[in-house]
C-alpha cells in the first residue's frame, strides 16, 4: 500500500516571502501522479500543482514549483512571493496510474500560516 | 460550469441515530468518490463509484456505512448507527475519467458531522 508522509505539521512564512513544504512518498510502482491540494478553512479542496512521476521536468504553476526527486520519493512545494491568501491548510497526495481504482492517498496535512 | 455541490454543511446528532448525506457531482463526470476526513488528519477514500457501479469500496465500514448513486448522478451516503468516532468531514469528490490520465477529482465543501 502506498503512502505519504508529511513531516511538518506547520509552517509559517512572512509575506512575500518564500516556503518549501515537504513530503515523502512510499511506493512500489513505477507510474503515478503526485498532487498538492489546498484546503483553507471553507473545507473546499483546491488542487495547486500536479505532477506526473513519468515526467523529469518540475511542474509550475505561477508562484507555486515543485521539487519532484523520483529516486529519493520526496515532493516538495515552494510557494514564492507568499500571499496572504496562500494561508490554508496543505495536502500531498499520491494517486496510482495503474491501479482499477483512482483513489487519493493523502498525507496528513501543513498548516501554512503567512505573517503581514 | 457548477462545482460539486453538498448538503447538509453541517449536521449534528446523537450516538446511534442514523444520518444521510448528498452529493451532486458536475453533469458529465462519471467518477464520485466520498472521502471521511476526521479532524487533523488527511482525507480517507470511503467508496468510489463508476457510473453507478461501486469500483473501490474496502475502507468502507459496511456494518455501519452505505452508499449509494442511482442512475449514475446523485449519491447518498448514509450511517446507521453512527458511532462518536464518525464525527468528521465527509467530503464528495468528482471526476470525468477513474483510471488513466490525470483528471483531477473535483470536490464539493464537505459536509461536518458531529455526534454526541
Known amino acids: 500500500a502506498q503512502t505519504v508522509t508529511q513531516s511538518q505539521p506547520e509552517m509559517s512564512v512572512q509575506e512575500a516571502e518564500t516556503v518549501t513544504l515537504s513530503c515523502t512518498y512510499d511506493?512500489?510502482?513505477?507510474?503515478?501522479?503526485l498532487f498538492w491540494y489546498k484546503q483553507p478553512p471553507s473545507r473546499q479542496m483546491i488542487l495547486v500543482i500536479r505532477?506526473?512521476?513519468?515526467?523529469?521536468q518540475n511542474a509550475t504553476e505561477n508562484r507555486f514549483s515543485v521539487n519532484f526527486q523520483k529516486a529519493a520519493k520526496s515532493f516538495s512545494l515552494k510557494i514564492s512571493d507568499s500571499q496572504l491568501g496562500d494561508a490554508a491548510m496543505y495536502f500531498c497526495?499520491?494517486?496510482?496510474?495503474?491501479?482499477?481504482?483512482?483513489?487519493?492517498?493523502f498525507g496528513e496535512g501543513t498548516q501554512l500560516t503567512v505573517n503581514p | 460550469e457548477a462545482g460539486v455541490a453538498q448538503s447538509p454543511r453541517y449536521k449534528i446528532i446523537e450516538k446511534r441515530q442514523s444520518v444521510a448525506f448528498w452529493c451532486n457531482p458536475i453533469?458529465?463526470?462519471?467518477?464520485l468518490y466520498w472521502y471521511q476526513q476526521i479532524l487533523g488528519q488527511g482525507p480517507k477514500l470511503l467508496i468510489q463509484?463508476?457510473?453507478?457501479?461501486?469500483?473501490?469500496d474496502s475502507q468502507l465500514p459496511k456494518d455501519r456505512f452505505s452508499a449509494e448513486r442511482l442512475k449514475g448522478v446523485d449519491s447518498t451516503l448514509k450511517i446507521q448507527p453512527a458511532k462518536l468516532e464518525d464525527s468528521a468531514v465527509y467530503l464528495c469528490?468528482?471526476?470525468?475519467?477513474?483510471?488513466?490520465?490525470?483528471?483531477?477529482?473535483?470536490f464539493g465543501p464537505g459536509t461536518r458531522l458531529t455526534v454526541t
Open positions: 511506493t512500489s510502482e513505477s507510474d503515478y501522479y
Open positions: 505532477q506526473e512521476a513519468y515526467k523529469q
Open positions: 497526495a499520491y494517486r496510482s496510474a495503474w491501479t482499477s481504482g483512482s483513489r487519493l492517498t
Open positions: 469528490a468528482s471526476s470525468s475519467e477513474h483510471r488513466t490520465g490525470t483528471y483531477e477529482q473535483y
Open positions: 453533469s458529465g463526470h462519471a467518477t
Open positions: 463509484f463508476q457510473n453507478n457501479g461501486v469500483v473501490d
